[in-house]
């Protein structure tokens, strides 16, 4: 029995609970910025509010804390979305932790000190001193997975060996890990592929739609080489896989399908998705700077036309 620890209680992190206990782990949960979280977690019946499910008996909460962090395991799990990940580089930075971390959470940070793009391993390891950094992608709904619905993730470190034993720690027959050396190249991949959803979403017949999924799956190829991850990668489960989900069923599919209707994002979020959070318009936001300026335009024209929508509030050009 391993002993782990899952920062964050959102959607992914709960959900990431049910094979964790699944394989006979000691599992807590700990979350710490949503009250409504809280609130599910600390509950008598753990009813979780966002995967409309009741959480399994045996997790155990407690309350976000330095001591907490400090206190032994064999794995930390970072289950944050992208805006609290400098939030908890700084909680980790000045523990000098060495317990194995893995991260869960899907984006890329613009460094503006050296205008730079970081992938977050990158951004934890380089700002916030944080080593043993392995990371988790593929294509999962946290609801399926939740339901146990089969799954099939890509487990990434440095160390091939330290991703195997956290794949052991943490697979089940409905939870499949496949391992990778590529960190940068799964990063990167599952990042964008939120913005390449949105894109194949304008699509308004399946017809149009393939035809941008097969052209973003190019650019997610010239992207995912110009940051050094290997091209091979974009062909993966953190690549096509999770692209295939996102832009199946995901949020931001759905706002890219207001955006090839003709709305700009402002209107299409207030209209319809006021509540929503989409992911693909926060790494937008987040990598236009950089994207715009230092990638040349001609290699990468669907996500340039995208960045530009959406920053700009304009309409889309793309032509679907
Ligand atoms: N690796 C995977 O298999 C996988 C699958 C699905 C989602 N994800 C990723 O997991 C992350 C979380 O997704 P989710 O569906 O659980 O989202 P969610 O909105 O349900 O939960 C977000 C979590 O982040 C916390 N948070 C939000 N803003 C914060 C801030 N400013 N400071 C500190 N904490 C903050 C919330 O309190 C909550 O714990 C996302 O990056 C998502 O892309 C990963």
Same mark, same amino acid.
């Given at each position: 029995?391993?002993?782990?620890?899952?920062?964050?209680?959102?959607?992914?992190?709960?959900?990431? /609970?049910?094979?964790?206990?699944?394989?006979?782990?000691?599992?807590?949960?700990?979350?710490?910025?949503?009250?409504?979280?809280?609130?599910?977690?600390?509950?008598?019946?753990?009813?979780?509010?966002?995967?409309?499910?009741?959480?399994?008996?045996?997790?155990?909460?407690?309350?976000?804390?330095?001591?907490?962090?400090?206190?032994?395991?064999?794995?930390?799990?970072?289950?944050?979305?992208?805006?609290?990940?400098?939030?908890?580089?700084?909680?980790?930075?000045?523990?000098?932790?060495?317990?194995?971390?893995?991260?869960? /959470?899907?984006?890329?940070?613009?460094?503006?000190?050296?205008?730079?793009?970081?992938? $977050?391993?990158?951004?934890?390891?380089?700002?916030?001193?944080?080593?043993? +950094?392995?990371?988790?992608?593929?294509?999962?709904?946290?609801?399926?997975?939740?339901?146990?619905?089969? /799954?099939?993730?890509?487990?990434?470190?440095?160390? $091939?060996?330290?991703?195997?034993?956290?794949?052991?720690?943490?697979?089940?027959?409905?939870?499949?890990?496949?391992?990778?050396?590529?960190?940068?190249?799964?990063?990167?991949?599952?990042? $964008?592929?939120?913005?390449?959803?949105?894109?194949?979403?304008?699509?308004?017949?399946?017809?149009?739609?393939?035809?941008?999924?097969?052209?973003?799956?190019?650019?997610? +190829?010239?992207?995912?080489?110009?940051?050094?991850?290997?091209?091979?990668?974009?062909?993966?489960?953190?690549?096509?896989? %999770?692209?295939?989900?996102?832009?199946?069923?995901?949020?931001?599919?759905?706002?890219?399908?207001?955006?090839?209707?003709?709305?700009?994002?402002?209107?299409?979020?207030?209209?319809?998705?006021?509540? %929503?959070?989409?992911?693909?318009?926060?790494?937008?936001?987040?990598?236009?700077?950089?994207?715009?300026?230092?990638?040349?335009?001609?290699?990468?024209?669907?996500?340039?036309?995208?960045?530009? /929508?959406?920053?700009?509030?304009?309409?889309?050009?793309?032509?679907?």
């Amino acid at each position: 029995m391993k002993k782990i620890l899952i920062i964050g209680g959102g959607a992914m992190g709960s959900a990431f /609970t049910f094979p964790c206990l699944e394989n006979n782990n000691s599992v807590t949960i700990t979350e710490p910025y949503s009250k409504v979280f809280i609130r599910n977690l600390s509950s008598k019946n753990k009813y979780h509010s966002a995967l409309k499910i009741n959480l399994p008996k045996k997790l155990k909460f407690k309350k976000f804390s330095d001591d907490l962090l400090r206190e032994k395991y064999d794995l930390i799990v970072i289950a944050l979305s992208l805006s609290g990940i400098d939030f908890i580089g700084k909680q980790l930075r000045n523990l000098n932790i060495k317990t194995p971390i893995l991260v869960l /959470t899907k984006g890329l940070k613009y460094e503006k000190k050296t205008k730079k793009i970081l992938t $977050i391993s990158e951004l934890l390891k380089k700002i916030y001193n944080i080593s043993n +950094i392995s990371i988790l992608k593929g294509p999962c709904l946290a609801k399926e997975l939740a339901r146990k619905n089969q /799954t099939s993730v890509i487990v990434a470190s440095k160390n $091939i060996n330290l991703a195997r034993r956290i794949g052991k720690m943490i697979s089940t027959k409905y939870y499949l890990a496949e391992f990778s050396k590529d960190i940068i190249g799964v990063e990167v991949c599952s990042a $964008i592929k939120n913005i390449y959803s949105m894109i194949i979403g304008a699509g308004q017949s399946l017809n149009a739609s393939s035809n941008l999924f097969q052209k973003s799956v190019m650019e997610m +190829i010239y992207l995912t080489k110009f940051f050094k991850g290997n091209h091979e990668t974009t062909l993966g489960l953190a690549g096509v896989g %999770d692209l295939y989900v996102s832009a199946a069923g995901g949020r931001n599919s759905k706002m890219g399908s207001f955006l090839g209707k003709g709305f700009t994002f402002k209107t299409a979020k207030k209209k319809f998705m006021p509540n %929503d959070t989409v992911e693909g318009e926060q790494l937008a936001r987040e990598i236009a700077p950089f994207i715009l300026k230092r990638i040349e335009k001609k290699k990468i024209p669907l996500m340039v036309n995208l960045l530009k /929508t959406i920053i700009s509030n304009k309409k889309l050009k793309i032509k679907v």
